[in-house]
C-alpha cells in the first residue's frame, strides 16, 4: 500500500498520544507499530528515568539517534518517536528521507493534564503545578520548530477519541502515499 516514503513517523510532544494513536494507525494499515522509547527502554535493561540519571540527557538522545538510524533502514512501518527527537538534524533527515511525517499537537494545558500524575518524564520530573505546564509550554514552543515541518502538522485544541484520529490519519495516508 505504501508506495512513496514507506514508514509513517508521528511526532510531537510526550503526552499528545503517539504511542496509542500509532498502534491503532498501524492496525488499520496493517502494518508492524514501533515505538522508539519502547525499543530504547527494551534494549538498555533500563527505564528512560534510568538512563537519563546514569547517562544523562546526552546519553539518552545517543541511544535514541541508533534506534531511529535502524527503523529509517525499515521499510513499511509505523513509528512513534521520543517527543524530542526531530531535534536532531541526522535524526530528521533519517526520518524525513525514509517516510511520511506526522506532527500531533495540543494546547500545553491539555499536555499538562495528561502528564499530571506521570513519574516517567525526565524533563518534568523536577517541577510541579504552574512551574510545570510553564516548563512544557516552554518545551513545545522550542520544539515547535521542528514539527512544523512535518508532512502533516495537526495541532487539536480539544480532546479526540484516539481511534477517530487513527482513522482520519488513514484516509490522509491512504489518499498520498
Known amino acids: 500500500?505504501?508506495?512513496?516514503?514507506?514508514?509513517?513517523?508521528?511526532?510531537?510532544?510526550?503526552?499528545c498520544g503517539k504511542t496509542k494513536i500509532g498502534s491503532l494507525l498501524a492496525k488499520r494499515l496493517d502494518l508492524p507499530f514501533l515505538d522508539t522509547d519502547t525499543l530504547i527502554v527494551e534494549e538498555s535493561g533500563m527505564t528512560i528515568n534510568a538512563i537519563f540519571q546514569s547517562e544523562g540527557e546526552a546519553g539518552f538522545r545517543e541511544r535514541e539517534k541508533r534506534v531511529i538510524e535502524r527503523l529509517a533502514k525499515l521499510d513499511k512501518v509505523v513509528v512513534a518517536l521520543g517527543g524530542g527527537a526531530?531535534?536532531?538534524?541526522?535524526?530528521?533527515?533519517?526520518?524525513?528521507?525514509?517516510?511520511?511525517?506526522?506532527?500531533?499537537?495540543y494546547p500545553p494545558e491539555i499536555i499538562a493534564t495528561r502528564l499530571e500524575r506521570k513519574k516517567n518524564r525526565p524533563l518534568l520530573n523536577p517541577f510541579s503545578g504552574e512551574e510545570r505546564l510553564q516548563r512544557i509550554a516552554a518545551l513545545m514552543e522550542a520544539r515547535s520548530v521542528f514539527y512544523r515541518?512535518?508532512?502533516?502538522?495537526?495541532?487539536?485544541?480539544?480532546?479526540?477519541?484516539?481511534?477517530?484520529?487513527?482513522?482520519?490519519?488513514s484516509g490522509f495516508l491512504r489518499a498520498i502515499i
Do not use: C
Open 149 to 169: 515541518k512535518a508532512d502533516l502538522f495537526l495541532h487539536l485544541n480539544q480532546e479526540v477519541e484516539p481511534g477517530r484520529l487513527a482513522e482520519a490519519l
Open 86 to 105: 526531530v531535534v536532531d538534524p541526522g535524526n530528521w533527515k533519517s526520518i524525513s528521507e525514509s517516510g511520511t511525517t506526522i506532527a500531533l499537537s
Open 1 to 15: 500500500m505504501l508506495d512513496r516514503k514507506g514508514n509513517v513517523y508521528l511526532m510531537g510532544f510526550m503526552g
